[in-house]
Each structure stands twice: as structure tokens, then as C-alpha cells.
């Protein structure tokens, strides 16, 4: 396996829910951390706990959907961390309704921050990561994979995530650069509790994935000696029915 100490990773979406417990996951191992979402307080929250094992913890509060959102990212990184060993993307929107009668606007709104978030911030940062044969994970969906009733937008938009890691992945795998899609079921986050009051069912956390398993899986991936490559993941609660 190889160690992580030190590596330079950006997270986005780190300030709650998977996001938090991938960057809390990674300063466990030492790594430098690039923290980046909308919410500065729930930011500054985990860069705090980050801090007591990670050597290096940066917040970065910015509507990653905003024009020159991407040119503020790579300008702070590489003024204050020179380089980019690892990106996780996790920062993601969500929402449901039936194909008749979801908002168009809304479909475009999941798009934006679902698959042009992404998009743009791989090829804004790809020349940095390509300089460290770094690694890109991209945190899908089990609706990446099956779309179910009425989740059709956002899982075109996951489908759509998938096609843009595993094409990355065969341009960049000949500059050493990784890439691996994580497609995870229900996890215990502040989004999944939101989804459970919408379906009117009790919110039960303790059956459903943790942020921390997701992490796990994660990190053991980006420590994979570098003859190998992991590509895809899926993992799901052992609790199918709930
Ligand atoms: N929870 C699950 O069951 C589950 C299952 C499968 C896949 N996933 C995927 O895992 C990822 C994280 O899920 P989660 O449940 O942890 O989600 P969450 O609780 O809704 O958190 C989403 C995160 O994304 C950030 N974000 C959203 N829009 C943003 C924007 N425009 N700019 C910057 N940051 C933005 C939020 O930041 P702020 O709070 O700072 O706004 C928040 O930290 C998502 O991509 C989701 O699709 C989750």
C-alpha cells in the first residue's frame, strides 16, 4: 500500500455528510487537505477536527456553480499548496418527482452542480494532477448504475457522471493519473435524513451506510499500490429492506 502522508488532496462538499467523513478520513492518514463547499461555519467545523492529525487544513468557501469559481480554486491551491495529489469529488444536489411533472429548471439546476461542477474542476486541475500522477475519485450514486422510479433526473445526471470518470479514465491513465467512481446506497448524511422525511418514513441512521464506511472504502482504494487501479466501487447498507 502506499502512504498518504502529505499528499495534497481537494474535497469538495466537505462540510457535512460524505464529504466530511472522507476529509476527516484523509487527515487520520496526515494528508494536507483542501477543503471546499458553500458553508464556511460547517467548513471551519471539520477543518478543525481535521487538524488534530492532518499537518496542513485549508478552507475554501465558494459556490463551486458560480462563474470563476474553478480560476478561485486553482489560484488558491497553487499559492498555498504548490501541487494536487488527489481530487475527491463529493459536492452533489439532489431531488425528486416523476418525469410528468418535474420542473425543467430543476433538472438544469442538478446538472450544473451534478455533472459541469466536475467536469469543469477535473479539467481546471488535471495539468497539477497529472505533474503528481495523482488519483480522482468521483462519489457517484447506486443511481448511477439503475435509475428507480422517480429519481429519473437525478440519476441522469449520475449516469452521466459515470460516463465522464470511466472516459477520463482511459485518457488519463497513460500519465499515470487514477480514476475511480464510489457508487454508494443509502447513507446516513443530513441529505438522507431530508429524503426520509420527504417519503414520510422514520429516519433510522444507525441501518443505513455511514459517511465513515464510504470513507474506508475510499482511502483503501487511494492507498492501492500503483500496479493497480481500482475503477468502481459499489457499496450498499447490509439492511436492504429499510
Ligand atoms: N447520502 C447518500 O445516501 C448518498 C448515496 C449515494 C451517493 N451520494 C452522493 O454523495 C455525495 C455527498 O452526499 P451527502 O449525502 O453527503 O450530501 P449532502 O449531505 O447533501 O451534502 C452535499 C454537500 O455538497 C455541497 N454542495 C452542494 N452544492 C454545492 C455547490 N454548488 N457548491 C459547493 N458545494 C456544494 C454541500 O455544501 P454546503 O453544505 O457547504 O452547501 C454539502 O457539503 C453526493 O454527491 C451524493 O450524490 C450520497
Redesign the pocket.
Known sequence: MIALENHVAVV?????????GIALGLAAKRVRLFL????ST??HEVAELARASSPLVLVH?????ADG?MTGIVENLSKQLGGLDVLI??????SSGDLQTASVEEFDRLYR??VR?PYLLTQSLLPMLKKRKGQIVF?????GLHARARVGQFAAT?HALKAIADSLRDEANSDGVRVFSV??????????EAIYRLEGKEYKPEL??Q?EDVAEVVINALMMPLTAEVTNITIRPLMKSY
Open positions: 469538495t462538499g466537505a462540510g457535512q455528510g460524505i464529504g466530511r471546499v463547499g458553500r458553508n460547517t467548513l468557501a465558494t459556490d463551486l456553480v469559481a469529488h463529493c459536492a452533489g444536489a439532489y452542480t451534478n461542477v462519489i457517484n450514486s447506486s443511481q449520475q457508487y454508494p446506497g443509502r447513507t446516513a448524511t443530513p441529505r438522507m443505513l451506510l459517511a
